[in-house]
């Protein structure tokens, strides 16, 4: 899956962004397609952005431009380790549905051998993660695995992958 670029202009004020403002970008797949696009708002113009479908996860940071020998195609492929980088990035603040998909996506990195659990934040609120080729340290929420958190990131997979629609209630057992 590719993952569209950051923005260079607001999308729903128009105005251009500047080094070091705050953007929210949004990943959202339309009721009616199966494709994921991205919407970069300022974060002063967020409380305006209508999402035209199903918001799988968004995240605050700061606007950096693009370097013009930077390779967009190589660096926007949509794999879970781009995504655990971008959402887990200290510098962006992660939402309750973010959260859970760090927490996820830690679990699954790993499990591949991307990510090396070096222990628990001196309080314990946190697992503590190394990336194996940047060597750069994460902080995921240590939380409950339960059935309902699985529920939760099955949902918001199925929106970045497009097999199921996300459903507004839980699944019925089936009477006999």
């Not at 799988?56 to 390779?71: F, G, I, L, Q, T």
């Not at 790993?110 to 990510?115: N, S, V």
Request: charged share 20%.
């Amino acid at each position: 899956m590719n993952l569209q670029p950051l923005a260079a202009v607001c999308f729903v004020t128009g105005q251009p962004f500047s080094a070091g403002q705050r953007v929210a970008s949004y990943l959202v797949r339309a009721e009616q397609s199966t494709e994921v696009i991205r919407h970069d708002v300022l974060e002063s113009a967020a409380m305006s952005y209508q999402a035209p479908g199903y918001v799988a996860c968004s995240w605050v940071h700061a606007y950096k431009p693009r370097r013009h020998d930077e390779n967009s195609d190589r660096t926007m492929k949509l794999t879970a380790e781009n995504l655990f980088v971008t959402l887990a990035d200290p510098a962006a603040e992660p939402t309750v549905e973010n959260t859970r998909l760090i927490q996820f996506l830690a679990l699954m990195l790993e499990r591949k051998k991307i990510l090396r659990p070096k222990g628990r934040s001196v309080d314990g609120t946190r697992n503590l993660y190394e990336h194996a080729r940047s060597k750069q340290m994460y902080e995921v929420l240590a939380g409950e695995l339960d059935a309902q958190f699985f529920l939760k990131v099955q949902e918001q997979l199925s929106v970045l992958v497009g097999t199921v629609q996300p459903s507004a209630a839980a699944p019925q057992p089936a009477t006999v």
